[in-house]
């Protein structure tokens, strides 16, 4: 509902629902909103462990990046509340599960995006993370420990990406690598000249779903508040 809502509506709305929830939990949601982005993104192709798509979310809203897309053509994605403490609610999540190629399907919503997308894999022409040009909008996208990224992800992946590693230990557990990522681009776009911040329209949209998921009846207040426009 909130794409048909104009930008001035739904600034008046989240005062509205402001009278329902507590100033510290508003202060909160101003803190936290400074830090998300949305030039960086993260995809999972077919994660089968719970615990491990779930703990990638919680890395994701610790790190402030928004998005998260998920490939579930083999397997579905389940939260595990433990892992996730209930990170996913303050993500936009995407799902990709409904077509016959929906590893292709993501990747190509990402460039359409203008992301640049990196298939996290060793690869005769991959970069180490800490070399990755961050100036573009960036998509790391993340298989399964067994078998790897599929075919598919490799072909339309426009780079390739690795962490530095000096062990036995040909790799890391997927949410490590997830947040090893993670926290080495976000360290450098902070440190950048890169507007990577929210636009405005974006920051009112998210905090109006944070509010929506934490205010009971929310739903029931939003049609009284857009009954009385």
């Not at 982005?37 to 999972?44: E, S």
């Not at 993500?91 to 919503?109: A, Q, R, V």
């Not at 790391?140 to 420990?145: D, P, R, S, Y």
């Not at 339309?156 to 000096?166: N, S, T, W």
Request: proline share 2%; with cysteine.
């Amino acid at each position: 509902m909130n794409s048909e809502i104009s930008l001035e509506n739904k600034i008046k709305l989240i005062e509205f629902l402001k009278d329902f929830t507590t100033e510290s939990r508003m202060k909160r949601f101003e803190d936290v909103i400074q830090f998300r982005t949305r030039h960086i993104t993260v995809a999972l192709e077919d994660i089968y462990q719970s615990h491990n798509t779930s703990a990638v979310l919680r890395s994701c809203d610790c790190f402030g990046i928004q998005d998260v897309h998920i490939i579930e053509s083999k397997n579905e994605h389940i939260v595990n509340p433990d892992v996730a403490l209930g990170s996913s609610q303050w993500l936009d999540i995407k799902k990709y599960s409904h077509s016959e190629n929906n590893t292709k399907d993501c990747i190509e919503n990402l460039k359409n995006q203008g992301y640049k997308v990196f298939a996290t894999t060793p690869h005769k022409n991959d970069c180490l993370i800490n070399d990755l040009n961050i100036e573009n909008k960036v998509a790391l996208i993340f298989g399964t420990e067994a078998d790897g990224l599929s075919e598919t992800a490799l072909d339309l992946a426009d780079g390739f990406v690795k962490i530095p590693m000096f062990g036995f230990t040909e790799s890391f557990n997927i949410s490590v690598s997830a947040a090893i990522c993670m926290f080495n681009l976000t360290q450098r776009l902070s440190e950048s000249k890169v507007n990577w911040k929210l636009s405005h329209p974006e920051e009112v949209d998210i905090k109006l779903n944070w509010l929506k998921q934490t205010i009971k009846s929310s739903e029931s207040l939003e049609k009284k508040f857009l009954a009385n426009l």
